[in-house]
């Protein structure tokens, strides 16, 4: 009996040993795959500077870029029908595809009724359909959002009722891959659901609802699956700050305005002076600080200003001559180390550090689209290492 | 003392005597000095045992006993280890209830501007909590897609066990499964297009498919094992054409069978009988072969209102906690509550209300030892947070102030 429990001991004993062994082993392997990875990760990240790529915009039936590295406009795109328009336009997440809306817009062409498509082109691809918008939130100031992972795209698709005449707008999702695309607000009359924005997390998407009463336009959010729609303010242009917490907008009774992500905590930014601005601001890639445009005064000169997320430090970057009719709002570079912007009264699309130095001229076209306003957008060049 | 009891063995002895047919006083002496030897004979024979071996037996049989109740205390109550938090801060987050505060484990590389978020989302412990697997990705950077991991409890050890491109993350709510023997684990896995459910080994190996979600099918999400380990539900997001349901199929694949139309959230009872889920009516029960649906929560919904959702059998299948989102409140926004109630639908009690402007939350889950419920509600910052609450409504303790989560998993302490 006492020589069974020995061995037994002894067997524990020798297999604890092993046990031992083997952690170690697993310890050491752990440091050397930790050691590599870091060093592997630390190399990356010296060598790939995160490249900017292009910045996207539309002019007329064109789809353009313009790059900081190369001179001159590419041409991505042309719809080659007469009176065909390209309005929209964003790249996704990993800069690989770029989605956009073009067709004819009401009243233009009477041989087709409803007009507007979203499509998604990969990059020296062509365009593919996928689905019909109707208006597509046009008139208003909207954009197409790409889910963080790339994989859909929220865009606002305008249904025309027969019986009143009336137009409304939701909020719909699309798989950018093509798909049924699937109703995500549901507003029934008398409204307009547009610009959509994906959070960061992918959790919620806000939106702007524009109404006949008053207020004349809100900002919302609404879950992926489309409930628990909450009002957030009154205003327009959500962006959310780059860690999803807060959001910036378009106060409509005082200026640039921070909330957080459940509408509490409202703050003013930066406080309307008069004209058209300060509006559609933007998020630095580390949150810390928003670019917004501004008009001082109506019929006046177009103004690009910085400031911290704490409203602390405004600065005015650039000014432009008199005046301002057609305009680009700024945003920043995916590296955060640029700004680029557009407005007819500077005479084209131009590309400015951070700082406000470095002032350069890409383009001289400005979107001409129907819209007063038009949008950039900055491609990011994917990248290869993080996961 | 009763002739009463005599009488078997007196009319025994009558039926012995009858054949003599005399009944004299004297034989009737006889007869019962007769019965009365036969008596002496018998107790003689049923003589109690010695009183050491009666000990011995009692003494074995409490020993029997306390080992059976300790035996079947440690099998079946169930201690309450650290709750998982899921979350967009790139790291898994931890919290030890009768600790202090988060912290994280396996998280993503450093960010850097530029980059999407880093998420990691869907943890779930195995059923003897020494795991933790859970779904991991950054957002902006390549590949965009995400993978399925399992780490050891404290974090270390991380392993990835397959790619599973979006996870099932656009639909609300938990995707992965453990089977109850902690060999597997199923979970969402998109082809581009749609989403299918496939099955790891939890130690690693190639993933194989379970489900196959074709035409008029948008995806089959949240895999649940039953406690046999047999079958497995899910749900599965259908088209106006063809509307989806709560699914039940075979762990090898075959026997789809539709239980219940155009639900959603399945949880088996504890005991494998029923399964209950949310859908547009709230609340409802279904047996495990899709007979004898009913509805737990009965109500109206207007427009814009939720019914609840959510619902998760405690530990001895008694009652069950969900969770209701009341509103359209006043400011247009929503507020959380945290129900408990009977399995047939009887004893509704609510335990929590949240304020207004509710964003984010995790649904109630229940502690391993059923006494204790977990739940996460973001609103107003100051007051919004990781939650626990006793079982009857008492005790509300807030274990952090993070709530940006979607998804809570409660861990079995691990044995020895």
Known sequence: MIAFVRRARERLTVRGVAMRRQKLLIIALVVVVAGSAGIGAATATGLLVRRNGAIAFAHGNNLLAVSLKRPGVRRLWSCRKPLCNIYQLAWSPDGRRLAFVQGYFDGQDPSEASHMFLYVMAVGGKPERLASCGDCGRGLWTQLSWSPDGKRIAYSRSVVYSRSGLTTENIWIVPAAGGKPHRLTHCRSDCRDVDPRWSPNGRLLAFVDYTGGTPWRRVYTVRRDGSHLTAIANGADPQWSPDGRRIAFDGDSRGVEVADADGSHNRLLYPQTGGAGPGVPSWSPDGKKLVFFNTPNSGSSAEVWTINADGTAPQRLYSSGCCVSVWAAPIWSPDGRKIAFGADAAGGTYVLNADGSGLKQLSPFVSASPDPSSMLSWQRLPERTHH | ?416
């Open chain 2, 1 to 416: 003392m009763s002739s009463f009891e005599w009488m078997p063995d007196l009319a025994a002895a009558l039926d012995e005597l009858v054949p003599v047919g005399d009944s004299s006083r004297a034989d009737w002496q006889d007869v019962v000095a007769r019965v009365d030897k036969r008596r002496l004979l018998q107790q003689r024979g049923r003589r109690r045992p010695h009183w050491s071996l009666r000990l011995a037996v009692v003494v074995a049989l409490l020993f029997l006993l306390l080992a059976g109740v300790a035996t079947a205390t440690y099998l079946l109550v169930r201690s309450n280890g650290d709750i998982a938090l899921g979350g967009d801060v790139g790291k898994l987050l931890v919290v030890d209830p009768n600790g202090p505060g988060l912290h994280a484990v396996a998280g993503c590389a450093a960010w850097h501007p530029g980059e999407g978020q880093c998420l990691v989302e869907q943890p779930a412990w195995s059923p003897d909590g020494t795991r933790v697997a859970f779904v991991r990705g950054r957002y902006g950077g390549m590949p965009l897609h995400f993978s399925l991991y399992v780490a050891a409890a404290d974090g270390t050890g991380v392993r990835r066990l397959a790619l599973c491109g979006e996870c099932g993350q656009f639909t609300v709510g938990q995707h992965l499964g453990w089977s109850p023997d902690g060999k597997w684990i199923a979970f969402s896995r998109d082809n581009g297009r749609q989403e299918s459910l496939w099955v790891t080994a939890a130690t690693g190996g190639t993933p194989r498919r379970l489900t196959e979600c074709l035409a008029a099918c948008r995806g089959d999400y949240k895999p649940g094992w039953s406690p046999d380990g047999r079958q497995l539900v899910f749900e599965r997001l259908g088209t106006t054409a063809k509307p989806g349901g709560i699914y039940t199929i075979r762990a090898d694949g075959s026997g789809l069978r539709l239980i219940a139309k155009g639900g959603q959230d399945p949880v088996w009872s504890p005991d494998g009988h029923r399964v209950a889920f949310d859908d547009s009516s709230g609340i409802e029960v279904v047996n495990r072969d899709g007979s004898h649906l009913r509805p737990l929560t009965p109500g109206r919904w207007r427009r814009g209102e939720i019914p609840p959702r959510d619902p998760a059998w405690s530990p001895d299948g008694r009652r069950l906690v969900y969770f209701a989102t009341p509103g359209p409140g006043p400011q247009e926004s929503f507020r959380a509550e945290v129900w408990t109630m009977n399995g047939d639908g009887s004893g509704r009690e609510r335990l929590y209300r949240s304020g207004w402007r509710l964003i984010y939350w995790a649904p109630p889950i229940w502690s391993p030892d059923g006494r204790m419920i977990a739940f996460s509600v973001a609103n107003d910052p100051a007051a919004g947070g990781t939650f626990v609450i006793n079982a009857d409504g008492t005790g509300l303790r807030r274990l952090s102030s993070f709530a940006f989560t979607e998804e809570l998993s409660w861990q079995t302490r691990p044995k020895g």
